[in-house]
């Protein structure tokens, strides 16, 4: 079992920067291949990164190549978004999952999510 709280959202111009956190219980974080999906009003839920459990691989949605990077940092149980270059578009809810040992981006098999974190993008 884990338990997935975000932090880091809120409201930014376009251009502007964020960084999102998600905390992660349990003594079993490197057991775990975490992401960040995203959701906005109407649309279907998106992959935005994924991290395997070492750290290593990485995987990111074209729309988000070269402005977002995700890492994680094992000692604090915990999963990074680092957002620059904001844009109108990222407007979301931006959500933290795991999935038990696979690398996958497919958030159906996700089986532990967070609450969600806000992030809206003005232009």
């Known amino acids: 079992q884990v338990q997935l709280v975000e932090s880091g959202g809120g409201l930014v111009q376009a251009g502007g920067s964020l960084k999102l956190s998600c905390a992660a219980s349990?003594?079993?974080?490197?057991?775990?291949?975490m992401g960040w999906f995203r959701q906005a009003p109407g649309k279907e839920r998106d992959t935005v990164a994924v991290?395997?459990?070492?750290?290593?691989?990485?995987y990111y949605a074209d729309s988000v190549k070269g402005r977002f990077t995700i890492s994680r940092d094992s000692a604090k149980n915990r999963v990074y978004l680092q957002m620059n270059n904001l844009k109108p578009e990222d407007t979301a809810v931006y959500y933290c999952?795991?999935?038990?040992?696979?690398?996958?981006?497919?958030?159906?098999?996700?089986?532990?999510w967070g609450q969600g974190t806000q992030v809206t993008v003005s232009s």
């Open positions: 991290i395997s459990r070492s750290g290593v691989s990485t």
């Open positions: 999952a795991a999935n038990y040992l696979k690398f996958t981006t497919d958030g159906n098999e996700y089986g532990y």
């Open positions: 349990g003594r079993t974080f490197s057991s775990y291949t």
